[in-house]
């Protein structure tokens, strides 16, 4: 529940007139948040935002032009990578040769008032693209929860929001430019390069740097957002209708307890105002409440659920209301590892209930309240949504605690429901188990890989793995 406000005084006041003085005796975090540490006078290692992943490269460049960008990856030697915000839990940036930061590419080339298009360079970071969009009286139709990645990054692991009516990031693509390792820049879209632009648009980096990228907008638009605290199966028995009723709804089911987090995001009408406010840091709140009632063996007899409801139960809603790219995202200060797969939509609700039952049957450590959305189906090759609506489920991990146990245990669950894994988080599967979930265009996806970077000069150690390389 890494966004949601939990009212964190009343829910200290809970936890206090329940638990007296059991507070602070849960565990402690003792996995270190960063990988590794710098040392004055050596190279100075890349680490991603999450602190799992780094790389020392021998080789750095942040090219800030497109000449510039086609030049470096021209002379880059060994593996080669782009990095932007690096926001991807998963291993898709390491490489200990040359690392190209998009940082510098950044910034509105053009727009087209007529067709509510805009073209930008990728290295733009989402938190920027909403003011520079209004400025010409555009606005992205739907974006993430958080602001901070590059724009292409975000295209090319297929980053989405919820709305079963909206794709992912990806599906808004009408054009782009890619910078291939052979020194060319390709122009992509239905009509150009259109295999290239089907495999560019969900490509994890691996047919090369996308410079630039031309999306789909709407006319700039107001959101007001409502955020719940509401018993799960209430709204599980209700989903299909708040998902019909709702421009955006999903939730955020809290593992031992009977409550869950809703939001619903609606075009905003005249006199919304916003009430209340986040609490950046209310998933730790709801971490020391765990942490002082997990080691206890009355878990599951109801003590956490008991606090939880005293606490929660009467808590007022938070609304915030506001132009659509100051609504969709929420602050990020507590740091987390997180994997997330894609199942389709229909079976979603069952294997949400799977997973909420495995971890109480299990006994799993994980007080993070677990996101469930849905994304509506697109037609790119290895977007998670190709051919099917999806129900997108992330579980994640406070960055101090270990996530591979908990992890495994869930992943298979995924993998019964035919999940497809999120690109840029943490999973297990490789070529072998990846293939099946993508029959139509797998194998069209490895060709246009293979004719764009016939030597791998792209394939650090994850991506070959991905791809059987």
Known sequence: MK???FIQSTLAVGVSGALGTL????????????????TPGQEMPWINWAGNQ??????RVSPSSEDELVTALKAARGVVRAVGAGHSFSAVVPTDDTLISTDLLSGLVRHDPDKIQATLLAGTRLHDMGPMLQSVGQAMPNMPDMDYPALGGAVANSVHATGTSFGSMSSYVTGLKLATVSGELLECNAEKNPEIFQAARTSIGALGITSEITLQNLPSYDLTEVNRIEKFEDVF?????????????ECYPIPYSTLCITVATDIAKPGDKTIGEDDPQAVNTLRTVFDAVSWVPVVGEGLYEKVLTAAMGDAADVVRTGPSYQVFPHVRIVRFREMEYTVPAEVGPACMRE????????NIPLSFPIEYRYVKADDIWLSMFEGQDGCSISIHQFGDLD????FAEIEPIFW?????PHWGKIHTLGAEQLAPLYPRHWQDFQEVRREL????QLMNAHLKDLFGV
């Not at 780094?54 to 080789?59: E, V």
């Not at 019964?416 to 497809?420: A, V």
């Not at 970077?453 to 791998?456: E, I, L, S």
């Open 416 to 420: 019964k429901y035919g999940g497809r």
């Open 355 to 362: 997973i909420l039952g495995t971890i109480r049957d299990r």
């Open 453 to 456: 970077d016939p030597r791998g």
């Open 3 to 5: 966004r949601r406000t």
């Open 237 to 249: 028995a209700d989903m299909e209708a708040r998902c019909k009723a709702h421009r955006h709804f």
């Open 54 to 59: 780094s790389c020392t490269p021998n080789w």
């Open 23 to 38: 507070l602070g005796c849960g565990p402690r975090g003792e996995v270190p948040q960063s990988p590794v540490t710098f």
């Open 403 to 406: 996530y591979k146990a908990v």
